[in-house]
């Protein structure tokens, strides 16, 4: 059996999020299959990296999926391009090693949030950013930043209780300006469910003064949720990037 991967860029503003779902097809993954189930003529089960959340965008998703045909990867692009709705691109296809899954199988992630941080239109992103307009002292939120770099239990940073480990390695945090945007870059192992969104919300709180950048530790002991800073919408929130060794 033939074994796929395929990069994908979405605009998510208007689905439900990656992961299929009963009671609608407004999902990411519900569209792509939807489509590789008519180009190979028999249902199509696709697994991406991670399952974004509804509102959240994609640059770099990664998915792959095995079929009984053997398709030409080339055709198999043209047929998601002309098929796909336009805020859905298909990137790449390509063959896989046999045991290649594109959640498993992933060694690190990216992920960008941007914050619009004036009252100045931002007509034309208005969608891909949370416009929070303030004053937010860079070099503070960078020095927090560096606290959180590491091996910790980001338990404090999940939406949702689990009794799985909820330890990760963040191996960078990136915070640059932009004109008005301000611009937090994540690389890690893996997210818990909301991560990316609690730690943004906690730097921005750090950057505006509302808590110490010092506070920035007691996200990291397996704490509990009140421990750390506010979510910040989905809208903002982008996967950039896939990685596998």
């Not at 298909?90 to 594109?102: E, G, K, L, N």
Request: glycine share 8%.
């Amino acid at each position: 059996m033939p074994n796929y991967k395929l990069i994908l860029q979405y605009d998510g503003s208007r689905y439900r999020g990656w992961q299929w779902l009963r009671d609608t097809d407004m999902t990411i993954q519900g569209k792509v299959e939807a489509v590789l189930s008519r180009c190979f003529e028999t249902p199509v089960e696709v697994q991406g990296s991670g399952r974004t959340d509804a509102g959240v965008h994609a640059l770099g998703q990664s998915a792959s999926f095995c079929t009984v045909r053997d398709l030409p990867p080339k055709d198999i692009l043209a047929a998601l391009r002309q098929f796909l709705p336009e805020d859905i691109g298909a990137v790449d296809v390509s063959y896989a090693a046999p045991r290649f899954h594109a959640r498993l199988s992933a060694t690190e992630k990216t992920y960008r949030y941007r914050v619009w941080t004036t009252e100045a239109p931002c007509v034309f992103d208005r969608r891909f950013v949370y416009i929070l307009p303030g004053n937010y002292a860079l070099s503070t939120m960078q020095t927090a930043s560096h606290l959180l770099e590491g091996t910790h239990d980001f338990r404090a940073c999940s939406a949702v209780k689990t009794k799985k480990s909820t330890v990760r390695t963040l191996s960078r945090i990136a915070i640059t300006k932009s004109g008005d945007e301000l611009r937090f870059d994540f690389t890690a192992d893996g997210f818990l469910h909301h991560m990316v969104r609690i730690l943004t919300g906690t730097l921005l709180e750090i950057g505006r003064g509302d808590r110490p950048p010092e506070s920035a530790v007691d996200l990291l002991n397996g704490g509990p949720r009140s421990a750390s800073g506010f979510t910040v919408p989905a809208k903002g929130l982008c996967l950039m990037e896939v990685r596998y060794d």
